[in-house]
């Protein structure tokens, strides 16, 4: 079986995301797709927003995403203890034994994974599958990708261009009244107002 593992904070999830897992999913023919927001991030301050709510838009982005995404509550489970990707990838290569895993992440992720907790061993764990955002140019991301090869690290870069939506841009529409139609989906954008998340923020 082939699968995408995609993690991040997601709070909220939106059309970039979507965007980005929809390439990777017709580049590699990939059986699944397992959407998987963090528990307490190690890469970035922990949330307002609850691992538990943010997995509920990610189950209700999975839901209008015609089987493209599967919400997958690994690391919220584990909410508390830090979410290492490589718990996570060695958690998933136990419970799907021979798959082959490709973990989709964003261009500032990419540009990173050598300072991951555990780098020698993910870097055995997954091909790591990006494309451009927020001014890392693909030309930036095929060197990085050749210096990750040498580390022993593989990767994958695609030239699809940035959809440019983040979930700050997101928090601070809702938060500033203004409309966040089309950034992220339907469901999703119900969900926000009708538990009032992200009005008081910023
Ligand atoms: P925030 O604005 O809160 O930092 P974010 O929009 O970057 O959030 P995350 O949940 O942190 O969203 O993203 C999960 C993964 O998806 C990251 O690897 C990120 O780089 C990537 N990503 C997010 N938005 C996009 C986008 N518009 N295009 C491509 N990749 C994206």
Redesign the pocket.
């Known amino acids: 079986m082939r699968i995408g593992f995609f993690g991040?904070?997601?709070?909220p999830p939106?059309n970039?995301?979507i965007?980005?897992a929809r390439e990777w999913s017709d580049r590699l023919s990939l059986d699944r797709i397992l959407m998987t927001p963090t528990g307490t991030p190690p890469h970035k301050e922990s949330s307002d927003v609850p691992g538990e709510a943010r997995f509920e838009m990610c189950r209700i982005a999975a839901e209008e995403s015609d089987g493209l995404l599967e919400a997958y509550d690994f690391e919220v489970r584990r909410s508390g203890q830090k979410s290492y990707s490589v718990i996570t990838l060695s958690a998933l290569h136990e419970e799907y034994p021979g798959s082959e895993i490709f973990m989709i992440?964003?261009?500032?992720?990419f540009m990173s994974l050598e300072s991951w907790y555990d780098f020698d061993r993910l870097k055995t764990l997954a091909v790591f599958c990006t494309?451009p955002?927020g001014g890392i140019t693909f030309s930036q991301l095929e060197e990085h990708r050749l210096h990750l090869k040498e580390r022993g690290c593989p990767g994958l870069v695609s030239d699809l261009p940035?959809?440019?939506?983040?979930?700050?841009e997101v928090r601070r529409r809702v938060s500033g009244g203004e409309s966040i139609h089309g950034l992220v989906p339907e469901g999703v954008e119900k969900y926000i107002y009708a538990h009032g998340i992200y009005s008081k923020q910023n």
């Open positions: 991040g904070t997601f709070n939106h970039g995301h965007n980005l992440m964003g261009a500032d992720m494309m955002r940035e959809m440019v939506i983040s979930s700050t």
